[in-house]
């Protein structure tokens, strides 16, 4: 791929030619945390309880990718977690997160166009089912935190719950997820859009049609063939038509 050349300010291409068209493409999967919305959610329950510094340490190393891997990296700080109340969640999805600028306009636009909207994420079911009804998503896919009995509707235990496809959402997770909602859907990989910001995104970016960095690690930047670094989501409109 050759290097990034500007298409407009704070956007940069890389092997395309825009304007591509929307209607060439059928399913957009986002990451959640620092790409559809503000914060990233881990770091967020855990300064309830006075650990958010530890924690993000170890999401920062992991979203550069030099710890490479982020099973680990999550099971780490989901066990820091422990004594997190419901109630300390529902404050960090009312008070902190916010929907990223852009992006139910990038979505609304994906959707008008008869493409179906995929959120695959490395946090947690708690976030993100609010965040596909908020947003209009079709599918989801996202880790759960366990959850036992104690004050404020129940507090965490620092483990998460195995599901039926796996234990951790991780890079490749996300990838075959991708994937296996194309297939369900009867579509190519090449009809689809890849939208991330971390190391464990670069998978499924990898498999895409058409791979979208968004204020992401430079790493991510660099092998993405459009990195929106300035502004909201819905400047990926700038070069889909």
């Known amino acids: 791929m050759n290097s990034p050349t500007e298409f407009a300010p704070g956007l940069t291409v890389q092997g395309i030619t825009p304007p591509l068209r ?7 999967a986002f990451d959640m945390d620092s790409t559809l919305i503000n914060i990233e959610c881990v770091d967020e329950i855990a300064d309830a309880v006075g650990r958010k510094d530890e924690v993000a340490a170890i999401t920062e190393a992991a979203m550069r990718g030099e710890i490479t891997d982020f099973k680990e990296s999550l099971r780490r700080r989901v066990a820091l977690l422990r004594g997190v109340t419901v109630a300390d969640m529902e404050r960090v999805d ?7 600028p852009g992006a139910k306009d990038l979505i609304d636009a994906c959707k008008a166009a008869g493409m179906k909207v995929l959120l695959v994420s490395g946090g947690f079911t708690f976030f993100s089912d609010r965040v596909k009804q908020r947003l209009g998503i079709d599918f989801t896919r996202a880790n759960i935190l366990e959850i036992e009995s ?5 507090q965490l235990t620092g483990a998460l719950v195995d599901q039926a496809w796996g234990d951790i959402c991780d890079g490749a997770e996300k990838r075959r997820t991708l994937l296996e909602v194309a297939s369900l859907l009867g579509i190519e990989p090449s009809q689809c859009i890849a939208m991330g910001d971390g190391a464990n995104d670069l998978p499924m970016m990898g498999a895409a ?33």
Not at 94 to 100: D, F, K, T
Not at 211 to 235: C, F, T
């Open 150 to 154: 104690g004050p404020n509707c129940g």
């Open 209 to 241: 049609g058409l791979s979208v960095a968004y204020h992401a690690k430079p790493k991510v930047r660099e092998q993405a063939m459009v990195a929106i670094n300035e502004g909201g989501l819905d400047r990926l409109l700038e070069v889909l038509r």
């Open 22 to 28: 929307l209607n060439d493409f059928k399913l957009i």
């Open 94 to 100: 009312v008070e902190r997160l916010r929907i990223n």
